[in-house]
């Protein structure tokens, strides 16, 4: 089981900018997905962002569309969400998740995912 730490949440001002980091250990491979989610209190957890390791798929859901960035570092690796023009309904606890199993496209769901992390709070005041 791939083991994931998050980073990088706290208190921003609306239209602010936050960058999360998730470490994986052990490495991960090629054909692992990596995905950002986040759950609001009393929603349902919801996907935000997913990368492969080998950088071939991307997926953004339309809420962060031109707001959002995911990324990964190899070397590192480390994924990342970068976030910028934060919206007070961006408030949530981010997780880090790992799908290692085979699936299909897109890996949107949560029941895809195999490994998680503890969660980073993202609080955004207006």
């Known amino acids: 089981q791939v083991q994931l730490v998050e980073s990088g949440g706290g208190l921003v001002q609306a239209g602010g900018s936050l960058r999360l980091s998730c470490a994986a250990s052990p490495r991960t491979f090629a054909s692992d997905v990596m995905g950002w989610f986040r759950q609001a209190p009393g929603k349902e957890r919801e996907i935000v962002a997913a990368i492969s390791w080998n950088g071939a798929y991307v997926f953004h859901a339309d809420s962060v569309k031109d707001r959002f960035t995911i990324s990964r570092d190899n070397a590192k690796n480390t994924v990342y969400l970068q976030m910028s023009s934060l919206k007070s309904e961006d408030t949530a606890v981010y997780y880090c998740?790992?799908?290692?199993?085979?699936?299909?496209?897109?890996?949107?769901?949560?029941?895809?995912?195999?490994?998680w992390g503890q969660g980073t709070q993202v609080t955004v005041s207006s």
């Open positions: 998740a790992c799908a290692t199993r085979p699936g299909y496209y897109p890996r949107t769901s949560p029941s895809e995912y195999d490994s």
